[in-house]
C-alpha cells in the first residue's frame, strides 16, 4: 500500500506588533508591571515568524510573573488580528489581573515547631502571597514527594471580599511512612 500526501502549506505569516492592555472596560492602560517588562516575556519580536508555541510559552512567564506577586486570578487572553494581503499578524495580550492577595493566617500541623517555623517565618500575614514558597515548603517536608499530592496537604482558602489566602499545610494527612 502506498500513501500519497498533498499538503498545501499556506501563507506563513509574521509578527508585526505586541500590544498589552487590560481588560478593566474603565481603564485599559493601567497594568501592575510596565510593558516593556511584560514584552520582555514574549521571545518573537517584530518580523519573526508567527509561533504559536512561543506565544504559549510567554503566557506560562507571565503567569508565573502575576503569581509571584500575589495575582493568583491573572488571565492572559491573546488576541490576534491577521492581515492576508502583508502576511502580518499583530496581537494584543488582553489582561485581567485579578486583584493581589495577601497571605492571611498561616497554620501548619503535623511538623516539629523548628521545621515549621521555616514556613511562618518567610511566610507571614499581611506578606504578598507567593504560592512558590509554600509549594517549595511543602515538596521539601514530604518524604518521597513523587509518591504524595501536595494538594492532600496544603488547603488554601481564598477570601476574595478581603484579598486574602489563608494557608493551612496539614502533614498529619499523609499516610504513615514504615
Do not use: C
Not at 474603565?26 to 519580536?45: G, I, V
Not at 517555623?117 to 500575614?125: G, N
Request: no cysteine; proline share 5%.
Amino acid at each position: 500500500m502506498v500513501v500519497t500526501i498533498h499538503v498545501a502549506p499556506g501563507q506563513q505569516y509574521r509578527l508585526s506588533g505586541v500590544r498589552f492592555r487590560s481588560s478593566d472596560p474603565d481603564d485599559r492602560e493601567t497594568l501592575a508591571f510596565p510593558r516593556e517588562e511584560l514584552r520582555k516575556l514574549l521571545p518573537l519580536q517584530e518580523g519573526d515568524i508567527f509561533n504559536v508555541a512561543k506565544i504559549r510559552e510567554s503566557l506560562d512567564a507571565m503567569k508565573k510573573l502575576y503569581d509571584t506577586h500575589g495575582y493568583v486570578n491573572f488571565v492572559a487572553t491573546p488576541e490576534t488580528e491577521a492581515d492576508d494581503a502583508t502576511q502580518r499578524i499583530s496581537l494584543v495580550m488582553e489582561l485581567d489581573e485579578g486583584k493581589q492577595f495577601r497571605v492571611g493566617k498561616v497554620e501548619v500541623f503535623g511538623l516539629e515547631p523548628g521545621k515549621a517555623a521555616a514556613l511562618t517565618s518567610r511566610v507571614k500575614p499581611g506578606d504578598v502571597f507567593q504560592y512558590s514558597l509554600v509549594e517549595a515548603f511543602v515538596k521539601g517536608n514530604i518524604p518521597g514527594f513523587l509518591d504524595v499530592v501536595s494538594s492532600e496537604v496544603l488547603d488554601l482558602r481564598k477570601r476574595e471580599r478581603d484579598g486574602t489566602i489563608d494557608i493551612v499545610v496539614n502533614f498529619r494527612r499523609l499516610p504513615k511512612q514504615e
